[in-house]
């Protein structure tokens, strides 16, 4: 089988070739020593930020066993796609003024203080 061949790559760097489909990522599928693979400026990435979203969490769910995705790690991808929902849900986060700020450390301050009483 010519994928024993391979069984020990871990890393992988197709970026700008025309890869088109998930047919080809399905194939990388059968190494399970990859993990990492970069895939940057392929047609398989759409025309907007919609399509290369999902053509990201394509590739992931194809490659279970891949930690780094264009070289940045799955988990920030996934967690920086939840932030993302929540601020299209929510709105951006509120920044404290510095009236707040300052409250907010004279607070610490006087529990600190009474704590080493």
Not at 42 to 70: H, S, V
Request: net charge positive; no cysteine.
């Amino acid at each position: 089988d010519s994928n024993e061949l391979f069984q020990s790559l871990k890393y992988l760097y197709m970026s700008d070739n025309k890869i088109s489909s998930y047919s080809s990522i399905n194939e990388l599928s059968r190494i399970s020593s990859l993990i990492s693979l970069s895939i940057l400026r392929n047609p398989i990435y759409g025309l907007n930020q919609f399509e290369n979203e999902t053509a990201k969490q394509m590739i992931i769910a194809r490659l279970p066993n891949l930690t780094y995705l264009n070289r940045v790690l799955i988990n920030f991808i996934n967690e920086h796609r939840q932030y993302q929902r929540l601020i299209n849900k929510y709105g951006e986060p509120l920044k404290p003024n510095k009236n707040q700020v300052k409250h907010f450390i004279s607070i610490e301050i006087n529990i600190f203080i009474d704590l080493s009483k």
